[in-house]
């Protein structure tokens, strides 16, 4: 070995301590449940899919440094255990149990002597969670007017204010889905046209709520689907009822520049008439419904970052369908209203989890649309009682749903609405 070793201490043992600011960083990333660390070494460790015990050094000396980084910032979901190893840690012995539960946690701990063991130099959060864009305007389209189907479409401002109907580009249809995409725009798919056959057609919209002519989709035409976003930046559509009749439990995903995949077999039941939403800013499910027979379902299914769908999971509230749902606030959601013109409302938790009715939330309606907007708010709109509503429902960051506002444009149903656009 040549050079010169500058700035280090020799220990008693003959080793020589590599200064703190020379620690050596280990390669390999930690993803097991269990590892051992060294003295003198940095370490990144991954707990995205465990919680992890890390076993220090069984002697140590004065001065010995170990950092240990949270890789993937999920130690608040899979914490990391330390296990001392018979030696003390911040003056109590390694019967104490000492665990590290905050995402982007850094721990940087030296020894100091046999009283108090380990001791740590910092164990704060190294930086803040980047803050993912959330869309700032929605934009409703199609439907119909309980007597033809129409092609137009309102755009809802980053305020909460819908503005007044624009002739749309494509084959006017209702019963069809939408969902945001590829950060800032939307698609909006499938339905039934006016002559009463399901289609596969999509239309994309722009970052600037442009409508744009259909382009053919890859999966089976239907009516009565749902369809959201999810994994940041993709969307999915899922169950329906195809021409025949026959409810549906297949799904087509959308990637990040709006092309539809070919169809997947979903695990959930067939169904139509579900709403969907994301929730976790990544995850997403479909809830509710209505069966071959028209029974309503109380039920939910989970979309994990990849875009499959899990299997049935009991829902929270009545059972119903022919509802819509949107986000608000950050990584929550929120599903209304349904058929037998119910008002209602459920709010979904960033863990999926659906919670107990929410009554008394303006008029029940059903085969409505909702939009997110303004990056934390939501919006219902539009529907049937005995005829076609004009009117929406704002919905703010606490997921309150405020009172009836008309006059929005065309009154419609079996409409769809997305959020779109970074800018206010």
């Not at 969902?179 to 056959?197: H, L, P």
């Amino acid at each position: 070995m040549s050079g010169i070793v500058q700035n280090n201490i020799l220990r008693s043992s003959g080793t020589i301590a590599v200064s703190a600011a020379g620690l050596n960083w280990v390669d390999t990333i930690i993803t097991g449940s269990t590892a051992t660390v060294e003295a003198g070494n940095g370490y990144w460790v991954n707990t995205t899919s465990n919680t992890c015990t890390i076993t220090l050094p069984s002697s140590a000396e004065k001065g010995d440094q170990i950092v240990i980084i949270d890789y993937a910032r999920t130690w608040g979901t899979n914490k990391i255990i330390i296990d001392s190893n018979g030696l003390n840690y911040q003056g109590n012995p390694d019967t104490f149990t000492v665990e590290y539960t905050t995402d982007g946690q850094s721990v940087n701990i030296v020894y100091s002597d046999a009283t108090k063991g380990w001791l740590p130099l910092e164990d704060d959060v190294t930086a803040l969670e980047a803050v993912y864009p959330e869309t700032q305007r929605g934009i409703f389209a199609f439907g119909s007017d309980g007597s033809q189907n129409l092609g137009m479409s309102n755009l809802l401002g980053s305020n909460g204010v819908i503005g007044s109907d624009v002739t749309a580009v494509g084959t006017y249809r209702w019963k069809m889905a939408a969902a945001t995409y590829g950060n800032d725009k939307a698609i909006f798919g499938f339905g039934e046209n006016a002559s009463g056959q399901d289609v596969g057609v999509t239309n994309l919209i722009s970052n600037s709520g442009v409508v744009a002519s259909d382009v053919s989709a890859v999966g089976t035409a239907r009516d009565d689907i749902a369809a959201t976003g999810y994994g940041l930046d993709k969307a999915i559509f899922a169950f329906g009822k195809t021409q025949n009749g026959n409810v549906t439990g297949i799904s087509n995903l959308v990637n990040n520049s709006g092309v539809v995949a070919s169809d997947v077999s979903a695990v959930g039941t067939a169904s139509s008439n579900k709403a969907a939403v994301g929730y976790d800013r990544d995850k997403a499910l479909f809830a509710y419904g209505a069966t071959q027979d028209g029974t309503g379902l109380n039920q939910r299914n989970l979309v994990n970052t990849s875009g499959v769908i899990a299997s049935n999971v009991s829902g929270a509230g009545t059972a119903r369908n022919a509802l819509a749902a949107t986000k608000y606030g950050v990584g929550l959601g929120i599903f209304a209203y349904g058929a037998d013109t119910l008002n209602m409302s459920n709010l979904v938790n960033n863990q999926g989890v659906i919670g107990s009715d929410v009554t008394g939330v303006g008029t029940g309606r059903t085969r409505l649309a909702a939009s997110s907007y303004g990056v934390d708010k939501g919006a219902f709109a539009y529907g049937f009682t005995n005829q076609a509503l004009s009117m929406k429902n704002l919905v703010s960051n606490q997921g309150v749903v405020a009172t009836d506002v008309s006059g929005v444009g065309t009154g419609r149903g079996g409409l769809a609405a997305a959020g779109y656009s970074l800018s206010a």
